[in-house]
């Protein structure tokens, strides 16, 4: 059912992912997708930028020079970035939030590469949202007493009448869900956007769709990396609190 | 009773239609909070990143529930769950 897709010439339009081959794996038949391959791409650049700005900043200098200077940027902006939002605490965090940060943004960003972004996959932000939420579990039990959880998990109610539970442990639950749900459908949605516009317009889809890669992939891809970001920070900064262990 | 395959493809349209719907929420909710954001600013003029940056993340926040609309509508329509 082609027509299916779209109500005129939809054969053009395709943002899905692919398989690109296939293996078995102990039985089950296992894909290597688009997703993959871009995910590798990705870190590929990642690496060989790291390496540069290795060797770079080993032969640093008092008055820097322009490659220098963005490296130490970048790296000033993102701790800056983590010292608001988690003050005392905030030292452990630097480069598990500045790592996840620069792999969001240039995953984003690689739609204007020509990649499909590798954050427009379930299967790329369920496990980034699940070490937050990781994140958020081991500190709340390295952080709080256990009668404090369980007043916690009571909440609106007095500790021994626990009805509320139930409900406090499915709002715990949601917090991964949205996190991971918000990246993808803002990613597939710029994704899916992008590829009606090139699939259908055809010939007249010459130029001036680059504002729109300004704003689904530049824009709100920045945007959606820093509430990724910010919301792993707060999350994590709740739970750890003063940070006087119990 | 089974129906043929363009009239489950239609009523999926349909549904994807209606889905969408879910955007007038946080279009609503979006220009609340620009619209209070500029009036902090109009009052503390000194504040203005930091109350772009508090804007721009609880719009970005306030996003989601529109975005699982379009989710809802991206899988009717391109997913085509219902047909058997």
């Excluded at chain 1, 032969?59 to 000033?76: D, R, Y």
């Excluded at chain 1, 009668?147 to 409900?167: A, F, G, H, M, R």
Aim: some cysteine; overall charge neutral; glycine content about 10%.
């Amino acid at each position: 059912m082609e027509h299916g897709i779209l109500l005129s010439g939809g054969g053009d339009v395709d943002f899905m992912i692919h398989g690109v081959f296939q293996y078995s794996f102990f039985g089950h038949t296992v894909w290597i997708t688009t997703t993959h391959v871009c995910v590798f791409i990705v870190m590929l650049i990642l690496i060989v930028f790291a390496f540069a700005a290795k060797r770079c900043m080993a032969k640093a200098s008092e008055t820097p020079g322009s490659f220098q200077n963005v490296v130490e940027l970048i790296v000033e902006k993102l701790d800056g970035m983590v010292d608001v939002s988690m003050e005392a605490s905030a030292p452990k965090y630097y480069n598990y939030i500045g790592t996840v940060f620069i792999f969001i943004l240039v995953s984003n960003i690689s739609g204007l590469f020509g990649l499909r972004p590798p954050t427009a996959d379930y299967g790329v932000t369920l496990p980034l949202a699940l070490i937050t939420f990781l994140l958020i579990r081991i500190n709340k039990w390295k952080y709080q007493k256990p009668l404090t959880i369980w007043e916690d998990y009571c909440s609106p109610l007095p500790k021994w009448l626990p009805i509320w539970v139930p409900i406090n442990v499915i709002s715990n639950l949601a917090v991964p869900v949205s996190l991971s749900l918000r990246l993808f459908a803002n990613v597939l949605s710029g994704t899916a956007m992008m590829a009606l516009v090139y699939g259908l317009l055809g010939w007249f889809a010459t130029l001036w769709p680059a504002a729109l890669h300004v704003y689904f992939d530049l824009f709100s891809g920045a945007i959606q990396t820093y509430v990724f970001c910010m919301l792993t920070m707060t999350y994590v900064a709740n739970e750890i609190g003063d940070g006087t262990r119990r | 009773m089974d129906f043929n395959e363009n009239f489950i493809l239609g009523c999926s349209a349909i549904g994807a239609g209606l889905a969408v719907i879910a955007g007038i929420g946080p279009g609503i909710g979006q220009g609340i909070a620009a619209g209070h954001a500029a009036a902090a600013v109009g009052r503390n003029p000194g504040a203005q990143s930091q109350i772009r940056t508090m804007m721009l993340l609880g719009q970005a926040v306030a996003e989601t529930t529109g975005l699982y609309g379009l989710l809802i509508a991206f899988l009717l329509l391109f997913l085509k769950p219902l047909l058997p």
